[in-house]
């Protein structure tokens, strides 16, 4: 099947990418700006994929929920980031039922030994960004305690998920998209509150964050 070829997942998220880009500044923005994140939505439902693929499905759901309500203007902003949020949360989850499907899980010295660094980090960032912006200091410490939990389940997946059937490539590229999603909040959270950043910059690190987040989880990813 051709959602099965890698040429023609990435093509298309190529294609649809740029084409945002382009219609950014036009009426049809609010169309487009969702159709990457339904094209992997559509991707996932129709691929074979491991059991925790499921909550990847409902992270891309809310995901372009999240995407549409944004575009409709600064008066949603809040409203939007319900289900921005929820589809970090959500596919964290996945992440961590995927470290926690293996014979050898890691023990709880293990898990915290690998959650500190991560809060140490984006508490620091946290309080760097708060001080320039009482605005941004309360939704950015609900994104950067959800990008805390994030990029630990993705890193936790890639250091201690060691089974034969989950291949290294593959969490690795699971653990960049993560990392691509939560370049987009710490951008986002820069151009709100510090200086402005290029939008084509913070949108495009986000959507192929999405891209290899959830072909992370598809089990066919050797087509094409």
Not at 26 to 47: E, M, N, Q
Not at 92 to 116: C, D, M, Q, W, Y
Not at 187 to 211: E, K
């Amino acid at each position: 099947m051709i959602w099965y070829n890698n040429w023609f997942r990435f093509g298309v998220t190529l294609l649809l990418c740029l084409t945002y880009s382009l219609l950014r500044e036009t009426p049809y923005s609010t169309f487009v700006k969702p159709l990457p994140v339904i094209f992997w939505f559509i991707i996932a439902f129709l691929s074979d994929k491991r059991p925790e693929g499921k909550w990847v499905l409902f992270s891309l759901f809310a995901a372009f929920i999240g995407d549409i309500l944004l575009d409709l203007g600064p008066e949603w902003l809040k409203i939007a980031t319900i289900p921005f949020l929820g589809s970090t949360a959500l596919l964290a989850v996945a992440f961590h039922f995927r470290v926690k499907a293996t014979s050898n899980p890691p023990s709880l010295l293990k898990e915290i030994g690998l959650l500190l660094p991560i809060a140490v980090l984006f508490f620091s960032l946290y309080k760097y960004i708060a001080a320039y912006s009482d605005k941004a200091a309360t939704l950015g410490a609900i994104l950067f305690s959800l990008s805390t939990f994030l990029l630990w389940r993705a890193l936790a997946v890639l250091l201690f998920k060691n089974d034969a059937e989950d291949r290294t490539f593959l969490r690795c590229i699971g653990l960049l998209g993560a990392c691509g999603i939560v370049a987009n909040y710490v951008l986002y959270s820069v151009n709100l509150s510090i200086r402005p950043i290029p939008r084509d910059l913070v949108i495009q690190v986000y959507y192929w964050g999405q891209a290899f987040a959830a072909w992370s989880f598809l089990n066919s990813n050797t087509d094409g």
